[in-house]
């Protein structure tokens, strides 16, 4: 009888080993190519997103130049402008009122005796 038992045992155990060879089996037919399609659709997203991440790369590289050019436009700008605004201050209007006066007076006679040869 112990034979009997035993090779029912047995028996009972290589079912079972089939049974979960079967469902590993089962289940690597249907698992393991959705985890392929899945690292593959990975991949490309993976990829893209090194793409967008080169791409702002370069778009922060061309903000900071413009940027860096706007600062020299301006610095630039404003040397030549408080150059011209010390230029322009140093010009004497009350002469220059003046200097017109003079030259008011002086064109005005000439203007009737111009007009006397009309």
């Keep these: 009888m ?3 038992k035993l090779t029912r045992c047995a028996r009972v155990g290589v079912w079972l080993l089939g049974a979960l060879l079967a469902v590993v089996c089962a289940v690597s037919i249907i698992v393991v190519p959705k985890t392929l399609r899945t690292l593959e659709r990975l ?3 993976l990829s893209e997103i090194d793409k967008l ?5 370069a778009a922060l ?3 900071t130049e413009a940027a860096e050019n706007a600062n ?5 700008n404003a040397d030549s402008v408080s150059e011209a605004m010390d230029k322009f201050n140093s010009v004497d209007f009350d ?3 003046r200097a017109i006066n003079d030259l008011a007076d002086i064109v005005e006679p000439l203007a009737k005796v111009s007009n006397l040869f009309k």
């Design 72 to 76: 020299k436009l301006v610095a630039d």
């Design 53 to 57: 991440a080169g791409t702002a790369d």
């Design 95 to 97: 002469a220059l009122n």
């Design 2 to 4: 112990e034979t009997d």
């Design 43 to 45: 991949n490309a997203t």
């Design 61 to 63: 590289i061309t903000a």
